[in-house]
């Protein structure tokens, strides 16, 4: 299946930094890209949504200065945790279609391993 | 609006004996139905899918899921459980409108040897 490159895997920072996350797409171009945060035990949840050329959309409740998101090439999307403090900590997913997976809503998401930020 | 339910927080079942997860959905129009596999401090991995066809689906190592559309149901099942499917299972669905993905709260699987 398609790859998606998650990078850090972990990250520990102190209060106040700014956290930068990657998400690539090794073999495919993604123009879309999808963020989660996923609590301990709990399901994922969708952050937003990053357009490749244009501004990520936002879930509903999630701060989009916070959380910026820039997808500046059609297999990079990156999210940065700004002035992050310990409630931020938590494990955050990026994923993405892959074209030969099905067309855009009938393919399934391919998932990065997963970034996991402690905020200190 | 979607929505996805997975009943149980927790399966625990024998080695070698069958598994079930269960998973109910709803959606507007046809549902597009998805499950996928957590390791611990991993990101999903994609086990199989339903989009239109046979009821049973066959997924990766071993395991299928069958789609109900009366009982609004996409139950994950593997014949034979192994130590190492121990894990956290996520449904997940999509409807035809082009929404984003729903996931379920998941459902943790230990396979007891």
């Known amino acids: 299946g398609a790859v998606v490159s998650q990078h850090p895997s972990r990250v520990i920072c102190k209060s106040g930094t700014s956290v930068k996350i990657e998400c690539r797409s090794l073999?495919?171009?993604?123009?879309?890209m999808f963020w989660y945060r996923q609590f301990p035990k709990q399901s994922l949840m969708l952050m937003a949504t990053?357009?490749?050329?244009?501004?990520?959309?936002?879930e509903q409740g999630v701060e989009k200065d916070k959380f910026l998101i820039n997808h500046a090439s059609l297999t990079l999307s990156t999210l940065t945790v700004t002035s992050a403090h310990p409630e931020d900590s938590s494990f955050y997913i990026c994923?993405?279609?892959?074209?030969?997976?099905?067309?855009?809503?009938?393919?399934?998401?391919?998932f990065g391993e997963g970034s996991r930020l402690t905020v200190l | 609006a979607q929505s996805v339910a997975q009943p149980e927080d927790q399966v625990n079942v024998a080695e070698g004996n069958p598994l079930t997860v269960k998973c109910t959905y709803s959606?507007?129009?046809?549902?597009?139905l998805f499950w996928y596999v957590q390791y611990p401090n991993r990101g999903l991995q994609f086990l199989l899918k339903?989009?239109?066809?046979?009821?049973l689906v066959k997924g990766s190592y071993g395991f299928e899921a069958e789609f109900n559309k009366s009982q609004t149901s996409f139950h994950l099942k593997k014949p034979s459980a192994l130590v190492s499917d121990s894990a956290l299972y996520f449904c997940?669905?999509?409807?035809?409108?082009?929404?984003?993905?729903?996931f379920g709260p998941g459902t943790r699987l230990s396979v007891l040897p």
């Open positions: 990053s357009n490749e050329g244009s501004k990520a959309t936002y």
């Open positions: 959606v507007s129009g046809n549902p597009y």
């Open positions: 997940a669905v999509r409807g035809d409108y082009g929404q984003n993905f729903v």
């Open positions: 073999d495919f171009q993604a123009t879309t």
């Open positions: 339903y989009i239109t066809g046979d009821n």
């Open positions: 994923s993405a279609h892959a074209p030969s997976s099905g067309s855009l809503y009938t393919g399934e998401l391919f």
